[in-house]
C-alpha cells in the first residue's frame, strides 16, 4: 500500500537555489494539498488542488509553485530558495472534495525535511 | 474564520495513567473535527473524527474524543496510556474556503512524552 509517497526524504540548499518536492498518490484522489509544518505554528498550508489542471493558494504560498497536470502527481516548486523556506514538507490527499468533502480523511505523505543554508 | 485552539504544548503523563489532550474549535456552522497523530519522523495519521451525530466518538489506538458545542471543545481522552501513545497530537477542524472547496485548519499540536 504506497498511499501518498514523497520525495527527496531530506534535501540541503543553498539560498537562491530551486527544486522540486515530488508527491504521488494512488488512491485516486481528487484533493492535493501541500502544507509546512514549523514548531509551534502547526501546519500550514501552502498550495492545494481539486483536480488535474486546478490549484489554488493555501495560507502561505509565497515562494512556492505548483501544478498538476495528472490526478497522481502533485510536485511543489520552490522558486529560489530562502532560510524562511527551512522546514518539514507534508504532501497529503483526500477523497472528492464534495459532497461532505471536508469530513474525508486525509492522508499524508512521510514528510520531506528541507534546509536551507 | 475557522481556528483551532490546543493550549497544551507538552503533555507528561505516567504509563497506565489517563490522558486527556484539550482542543478548543472556531466555526460559524456545524463543524467537522478531527484528531491527528504523528509519530517521530513520521505523517499523520487519522486517529478519529466527528460529524453529526454521538458527541463521544470511538478512534483508533484506544482514543475517544467527546464533543461539546456549548463549550466549543473536542477534547481527546485515553483510560490508561502505553508508551507507544508517545508522539504529538494535532486537533483539526474542517470547513470551506471562500472557493467552496475544503479547508482543515490544524492546531499547533500537543507533545505527549509517557514516563516509565
Known amino acids: 500500500n504506497a498511499g501518498v509517497t514523497q520525495t527527496p526524504k531530506f534535501q540541503v540548499l543553498k539560498t537562491g537555489q530551486s527544486m522540486t518536492l515530488q508527491c504521488a498518490q494512488d488512491?485516486?484522489?481528487?484533493?492535493m494539498s501541500w502544507y509546512r509544518q514549523d514548531p509551534g505554528m502547526g501546519l500550514r498550508l501552502i498550495h492545494y488542488?481539486?483536480?488535474?489542471?486546478?490549484?489554488d493558494q493555501g495560507e502561505v504560498p509565497n515562494g512556492y509553485n505548483v501544478s498538476r497536470s495528472t490526478t497522481e502527481d502533485f510536485p511543489l516548486r520552490l522558486l529560489s530558495a530562502a532560510p524562511s523556506q527551512t522546514s518539514v514538507y507534508f504532501c497529503?490527499?483526500?477523497?472528492?472534495?464534495?459532497?461532505?468533502?471536508?469530513?474525508?480523511?486525509?492522508?499524508f505523505g512521510e514528510g520531506s525535511w528541507l534546509t536551507v543554508v | 474564520a475557522q481556528s483551532v485552539t490546543q493550549p497544551d504544548i507538552h503533555i507528561t503523563v505516567s504509563e497506565g495513567a489517563s490522558l486527556e489532550l484539550r482542543c478548543n474549535y472556531s466555526?460559524?456552522?456545524?463543524?467537522?473535527l478531527f484528531w491527528y497523530v504523528q509519530s517521530p519522523g513520521q505523517g499523520l495519521q487519522l486517529l478519529l473524527k466527528y460529524f453529526s451525530g454521538d458527541t463521544l466518538v470511538q478512534g483508533i489506538k484506544g482514543f475517544e474524543a467527546e464533543f461539546k458545542r456549548s463549550q466549543s471543545s473536542f477534547n481527546l481522552r485515553k483510560p490508561s496510556v502505553h508508551w507507544s501513545d508517545a508522539a504529538e497530537y494535532f486537533c483539526?477542524?474542517?470547513?470551506?474556503?471562500?472557493?467552496?472547496?475544503?479547508?482543515?485548519?490544524f492546531g499547533t499540536g500537543t507533545k505527549l512524552q509517557v514516563i516509565p
Open positions: 497529503a490527499s483526500s477523497p472528492d472534495r464534495a459532497p461532505g468533502g471536508i469530513g474525508n480523511t486525509i492522508y
Open positions: 488542488s481539486v483536480g488535474a489542471g486546478i490549484t
Open positions: 466555526y460559524g456552522a456545524t463543524p467537522y
Open positions: 483539526a477542524v474542517g470547513g470551506y474556503n471562500s472557493r467552496g472547496y475544503q479547508k482543515v485548519t
Open positions: 488512491m485516486n484522489h481528487e484533493y
